[in-house]
């Protein structure tokens, strides 16, 4: 099953006239349902007119007592006589059943790497441009590979991605951003 993902962006300014709207629509509704309370608690009902008239009052209707009749033989009957105990059979013990194996999840994330070099300069760079690009820090991986007898290699990676599909695009998107050399590094 393929997955789509849409990204909605709003400038601040249009941030701001969203919040500013809503307020309004907010302010709206609480006017109206605290002038609909006021016109109901001060007893006031609209006629057709526009004009307001006071309403009648409302007038509790007592509720008479209702008398629950004894069954017939009840009174005559002495207290019912408590049986008599029975022993309680002994618990069987409980089986503790085996558990189960359980399987591994599979892993199934993908990963786009932008750069691998070997200065940590140009790796925290590249980190600069793919927050401006919308991947925060926490969406970015620096795998560090240590050679005997050479520098360093630092890989940057940005991910995971639920399947390759949405990887691909990615990937596709950071060569025309500047990084021409990425590609995606499956499970």
Do not use: C
């Not at 009052?57 to 017939?72: D, H, R, W």
């Not at 309680?88 to 399987?103: D, F, G, L, S």
């Not at 590979?145 to 991605?161: D, H, M, Q, T, W």
């Not at 990887?167 to 590094?185: E, H, L, N």
């Amino acid at each position: 099953m393929s997955r789509s993902y849409y990204v909605i962006e709003l400038s601040a300014r249009w941030l701001t006239v969203l919040l500013v709207a809503l307020a309004l629509v907010m302010i709206l509704a609480f006017g109206l349902g605290y002038g609909a309370a006021w016109s109901v608690l001060s007893g006031k009902a609209s006629t057709e007119d526009g004009l307001t008239a006071p309403q009648a009052a409302v007038t509790p209707t007592p509720i008479s007592e209702v008398v629950i009749p004894t069954p017939l033989g009840a009174a005559e009957e002495g207290p019912e006589p408590t049986p008599e105990p029975t022993a309680t059979p002994e618990p069987e013990p409980t089986v503790v059943p085996t558990p189960r194996p359980t399987a591994t999840p599979l892993v199934t994330d993908f990963f786009v790497q932008v750069l691998a070099s070997s200065k940590l300069s140009a790796v925290d760079e590249a980190r600069a441009k793919l927050e401006a690009l919308g991947f925060p820090r926490d969406h970015q991986r620096v795998i560090t590979v240590e050679n005997p007898g050479s520098a360093a290699l630092y890989k940057l990676r940005i991910g995971p991605f639920p399947e390759r599909s949405s990887a691909d695009r990615v990937s596709q998107r950071m060569s025309a951003a500047g990084f021409p050399d990425s590609w995606v590094v499956a499970p």
